[in-house]
């Protein structure tokens, strides 16, 4: 049940009315560099994902799904990144939505256990083809995007929760509500409608783990497009229940969490941002620490099957109770080896890397091997500290007699060069060498674009889009120095081509106010 009671509840606005005044308050200038620089590698990190994505099954599906629901649109669509097709708007951010979440390689916001750059860049590069609003305007919406989310991910998730529901099913269509509502400059009461819809579109279920199912890949994409949906009914003058998130049968109710609580106001701390990593392994949010001490150990010592007598690898309570994670085998899907510790820590020893080629199963009988001989313990101080961290320890015992033993603090995050590596190359890979490049520049110049939907229509195969006439201080292709210097770039000629190109184009409505 739910501890606050009614009385105490109603002396306060409900929590969707706070954060939607709040929404509205916020704006580019209250941005600083070091949160636009990450925004804009947020942004970079989806791409690679998606792009990477596009050949495998569930991307495929997705893709399919919203091609025969949309029919052939001459405009007034959105496009499916990596690929010539317009869709509907809704089509486009649950098609791309999946495609992002395609490799687990996604972002992550610990506090919150929710990949949150899965379900808010789709639906942002949804609705931008359907507005006018600039890259900043793009910017800011996203920053929202991850503030909401996060917040709500605090205020619902533990270990208890997680064990059955899917924390970015829940967390996802609140905050695609939040940015969306934002892009599109909803006002207050419009943009507490938005949240409130997607509160009632929070769903998602792990039974996946434990069957390997698809459904995983999904949960980000139906985030995506109700988060849209959640939007355009607010513009249209849906009336929606304003306690939906705090009252006494709302999201929060749902999940026996207090009606009132103690989590701070949004953009009061440090933005949630700021506290996403990028995964190096592409896996399991709860494997990424274990699978580095392995690999730490691998390095040292070249190790296979028969050399392994037992490992032992002590993680986090949080990570030993969520679905999938404590899994020694069978292993017959992908998925169920990216969930596994045991099966992440196997590859990892017997490899010596993270390559997309050790997840399947059927291919890999050392990894299988090893698997079956490792045990998870929860260890106390790695529990204390989390999620401040998420460290991991790795204890090898081989036959030949020998302990080998690594213990890590915390995950080691892919950096700003890692990054930008894996989107140029599946950029590369699928737009072609000049258009990654351009798509890259886009990006890194995003506060200076002037219509957001150039950076939408840019992630498909044959787009014509120009990079930014003036880059931000400092900035290169595929950089974000501009954001980190903070100075404000030196326009060079003014716009001089701007009109007739618009005059090509499909005209697109103002945002609504």
């Not at 924390?167 to 940015?179: D, F, L, M, R």
């Not at 990424?288 to 010592?301: F, G, T, V, W």
């Not at 140029?424 to 490049?437: D, I, K, M, P, R």
Request: glycine letters at 8%.
């Amino acid at each position: 049940m739910a501890v606050t009671s009614t009385r105490v509840v109603q002396q306060r606005k409900p929590l969707g009315v706070r954060m939607a005044d709040a929404l509205v308050a916020h704006s580019w200038r209250d941005l600083s560099p070091e949160v636009i620089a990450k925004a804009k590698l947020c942004v970079l990190d989806l791409l690679s994902s998606a792009l990477a994505s596009t050949s495998l099954p569930w991307s495929r599906e997705a893709a399919a799904v919203a091609r025969r629901n949309s029919g052939e649109l001459a405009s007034g669509g959105a496009g499916i990144i990596g690929t010539g097709d317009v869709v509907s708007v809704q089509d486009a951010a649950f098609a791309n939505g999946v495609a992002g979440h395609g490799l687990v390689r996604d972002d992550m916001h610990v506090g919150s256990v929710s990949h949150l750059g899965t379900v808010l860049v789709p639906a942002l590069l949804a609705l931008a083809e359907s507005t006018r609003a600039s890259g900043k305007e793009f910017l800011t919406a996203l920053v929202a995007g991850y503030e909401v989310g996060a917040k709500i991910g605090r205020m619902v998730m533990d270990s208890d929760v997680t064990k059955i529901f899917r924390p970015t099913g829940v967390t996802g269509p609140i905050a695609a509500a939040a940015a969306g509502s934002k892009l599109l400059a909803a006002n207050a009461d419009q943009t507490a409608t938005a949240l409130a819809l997607g509160a009632n579109a929070a769903a998602g279920y792990n039974e996946w783990a434990a069957t390997g199912g698809s459904e995983m890949w999904f949960h980000t994409g139906l985030a995506a497009r109700s988060g849209v949906t959640a939007v355009q009914l607010a513009l249209e003058g849906a009336y929606v229940s304003r306690t939906a998130i705090d009252g006494e049968a709302g999201l929060l109710a749902a999940f026996h969490r207090d009606l009132a609580p103690s989590i701070p106001e949004l953009f009061a701390e440090q933005p949630e941002i700021l506290s996403v990593f990028f995964k190096p392994v592409p896996a399991c949010n709860f494997a990424q620490s274990a699978a580095q001490a392995a690999l730490n150990i691998a390095q040292r010592k070249k190790l296979r099957a028969n050399d392994v007598e037992r490992v032992v690898v002590r993680v986090t309570k949080a990570a030993a109770l969520y679905p999938g994670c404590d899994v020694s085998g069978p292993f017959e899907h992908v998925l169920q080896a990216k969930m596994s510790i045991h099966y992440n820590v196997a590859a990892a020893l017997r490899y010596g890397n993270f390559e997309e080629r050790n997840y399947a199963p059927q291919q890999n009988a050392d990894v299988l091997t090893i698997a079956t001989r490792t045990r998870l313990e929860v260890d106390d101080e790695l529990t204390k500290a989390f999620p401040a961290k998420q460290g991991a320890e790795v204890v090898v015992h081989t036959r030949a007699g020998d302990e080998l033993r690594e213990r890590v603090e915390d995950v080691v995050p892919t950096d700003e060069a890692g990054v930008r590596a894996r989107f140029a190359a599946a950029a590369t890979a699928v737009l072609g060498s000049a258009a990654a490049e351009q798509l890259g520049e886009l990006v890194d110049g995003l506060d200076l674009v002037i219509d957001a939907a150039d950076l939408s229509r840019a992630t498909r195969l044959g787009a014509a889009v120009s990079a930014p006439r003036a880059k931000s201080a400092g900035a290169r292709p595929v950089r974000v120095q501009s954001a980190r210097s903070g100075k404000a770039p030196r326009r060079k000629a003014a716009q001089k081509t701007p009109a007739k190109k618009k005059a090509k184009r499909a005209p697109r409505p103002a945002r609504r106010r």
